[in-house]
């Protein structure tokens, strides 16, 4: 992700119902941004490979193969930022397309200024977690519990020196984390947003992923610990170099 305008950004759609994807294109070309749609998941993996785009717009019902399947691949192959937008409201869905990388979750049928808000919302989150050049005075290295974090490289490395891989949204999330420890941060602090649905736990599924690289007990935390109505706090000293 290099864009500082995510109003130039470039969106793939998923999307097999030529009339919905040509809703959602329109709806963002409004906005200035750059669209592509394919009507297969295999379309947008061959894509993606050849040039990540900054965000995929993703149906979970497609005519080849499962779209979770999609999002999983993406995550592995080509990551970027995930949208899954879908007719299916369960929520073992929705948390399991969380679980795997997705960065949020709309259904249809969708409003499309929400559409809109949610993308820009989601390119937003990712700018901020953008690795940028740092100079040699500038700490840019956490340490804290034996692990290391370069917020440069977005490279997190555990006690025996095993690099563990981080989407852009688990690094900025880790880093917004790090530079404010011992300090209780709201789900609203954590995602850098002032408008959000008081019921939506995406950011306790991207805490629940964090907690699993880093080797934290979701029963018992020692790193990302959960205060209750109120959000969470990261009990560790940091220092920086």
């Known amino acids: 992700m290099t864009n500082t305008d995510s109003s130039h950004a470039t969106i793939l759609i998923l999307e097999d119902d030529p009339d919905i994807a040509k809703l959602i294109c329109g709806s963002l070309a409004e906005y200035g941004f750059r669209c592509e749609h394919v009507g297969t998941g295999r379309a947008l993996l061959d894509r993606a490979r050849r040039a990540a785009p900054e965000l995929c717009i993703v149906d979970l019902g497609l005519p080849d193969m499962d779209g979770m399947q999609v999002v999983r691949e993406l995550q592995e192959g080509s990551p970027c930022a995930v949208l899954i937008l879908t007719g299916r409201n369960d929520v073992t869905d929705r948390v399991l397309g969380l679980e795997l990388g997705a960065d949020d979750y ?3 049928p969708f409003e499309p200024r929400e559409l809109v808000a949610r993308v820009r919302s989601i390119l937003r989150r990712y700018q901020r977690a953008t690795p940028v050049e740092t100079t040699t005075t500038e700490r840019s290295l956490a340490r804290f519990s034996d692990w290391q974090f370069d917020k ?16 852009a949204a688990e690094a900025g999330l880790l880093l917004t984390l790090l530079e404010r420890p011992n300090r209780i941060l709201s789900r609203e602090q954590l995602l850098g947003e002032r408008d959000i649905d008081p019921f939506d736990r995406s ?8 907690r699993r690289k880093l080797e934290d007990d979701p ?16 009990s560790a000293q940091v220092s920086w170099e």
């Open 106 to 108: 709309i259904v249809k």
């Open 152 to 167: 440069g490289r977005h490279a997190l490395l555990s006690p025996d020196q095993r690099e563990i891989n981080l989407s």
């Open 203 to 210: 950011i306790d599924v991207r805490i629940s992923r964090l």
């Open 219 to 234: 029963h018992d935390p020692k790193l990302i610990k959960t205060v209750y109505g109120a959000g969470y706090l990261f």
